[in-house]
């Protein structure tokens, strides 16, 4: 059902606000992200330090690229280990997703690493005796690496409903792509001087300044 309001005589939809509300923790890991981004195309894997987002390090993970449109999971906060019901750390993140999903994921996650770009995707559960129908969001942001490739990701991903019997995979809703722009932040180069006409020499004064002797640096009787 779609929610709608009127604003100056144009229908807007409130949908984002709501998912919002719904899925904060995706929120708070894109919040944390832009804060380190500053004004960057993208941050380093090295800056992420997770009592920045201590609050939803349950849903929160990291990925690592291991071939074009492939990655495995690196780290994971327990939501995700909850919804496979077994440890995820070391999977290919395309486990949590329905085999008829996976290329679609691909897809995104080569945007992400490749283009680069973020992209947020709203996921519903597959679902049966035992398993009821859960409604998710993630989120992907990728990160540098030691040597300023692409090939991590910061993601979040937050699922409401009763887990039941896991695992638990996920197919894709909707999606929304951004693609991120050059690095905004200007680059300090330090002025090279190729010779004196460039940098003339101030000549040393000799002697200390009366004014900048220390304590024992004491006028003799002779002056």
């Known amino acids: 059902m779609k929610i709608e309001y009127m604003k100056d005589s144009k229908i807007i939809s409130i949908a984002p606000i709501r998912a919002q509300m719904r899925f ?48 495995r999971i690196r780290l994971a906060g327990m939501h995700l280990n909850d919804l496979m019901g077994m440890e995820v750390r070391g999977m290919p993140i395309t486990a949590m997703f329905l085999p008829e999903a996976r290329r679609d994921f691909q897809t995104l996650l080569g945007q992400v690493l ?77 002025p090279v001087y190729s010779g004196p006409s460039e940098a003339p020499a101030v000549p040393r004064p000799t002697g200390t300044p009366p004014h900048l002797r220390l304590v024992h640096d004491t006028p003799s009787a002779e002056e």
């Open 24 to 71: 904060p923790a995706l929120q708070q890991v894109e919040g944390y992200w832009e804060g380190l981004r500053d004004g960057r195309q993208m941050p380093t894997r090295g800056e992420v330090d997770p009592r920045g987002i201590s609050e939803v390090l349950e849903y929160a993970f990291i990925l690592e690229k291991i071939a074009p449109r492939m990655a």
């Open 114 to 190: 490749d283009t680069p770009a973020t992209v947020k995707a709203t996921l519903t559960s597959d679902h049966g005796f035992a398993r009821p129908k859960l409604e998710a969001q993630m989120i992907l942001l990728p990160l540098k690496d030691d040597q300023g490739r692409t090939t991590r990701v910061l993601g979040c991903l937050q699922a409401k409903g009763t887990i039941g019997r896991g695992p638990r995979r996920f197919k894709i809703q909707s999606q929304e792509v951004k693609t991120l722009p050059a690095d905004a932040r200007p680059v300090y180069t330090r």
